[in-house]
Nanobody, 126 residues
Framework: QVQLVESGGGQVQTGGSLRLSCRYSGYTYRNRCMGWFRQAPGKEREGVAGIYTSDQSTYIGDSVKGRFTISQDYAKMTVYLQMDSLKPEDTAMYYC???????????????????WGQGTQVTVSS
């Protein structure tokens, strides 16, 4: 059974930074997309960034391109989302997700992941 545990959320001011972590445990980590989604109140869940575990190819959503970076520590089976130059519109619950085996990251559609973490809140104040 796959489990995803997020950490690192919190509250920062506009322009600040946060790093989210997602630790994976369970069935094989390789050959799947690990990604981050977010959902603000009253809005649909959207894909933020993804990384394919076997070749480290990445996907970054247009709304965060140039500000957010996704990376992984393969040995620790942990994915990170580095968020810089944060804006109030980045405020949301952030969820770690994993697809099934051999599924690429794009498109970052919230119907695609098979596994989800519990979420971690990110709040950016102006």
């Amino acid at each position: 059974q796959v489990q995803l545990v997020e950490s690192g959320g919190g509250q920062v001011q506009t322009g600040g930074s946060l790093r989210l972590s997602c630790r994976y445990s369970g069935y094989t980590y390789r050959n799947r997309c690990m990604g981050w989604f977010r959902q603000a109140p009253g809005k649909e869940r959207e894909g933020v960034a993804g990384i394919y575990t076997s070749d480290q190819s990445t996907y970054i959503g247009d709304s965060v391109k140039g500000r957010f970076t996704i990376s992984q520590d393969y040995a620790k089976m942990t994915v990170y989302l580095q968020m810089d130059s944060l804006k109030p519109e980045d405020t949301a619950m952030y969820y770690c997700a994993a697809t099934g085996l051999a599924e690429l990251c794009a498109p970052m559609d919230p119907t695609r992941p098979d596994y989800w973490g519990q979420g971690t809140q990110v709040t950016v104040s102006s």
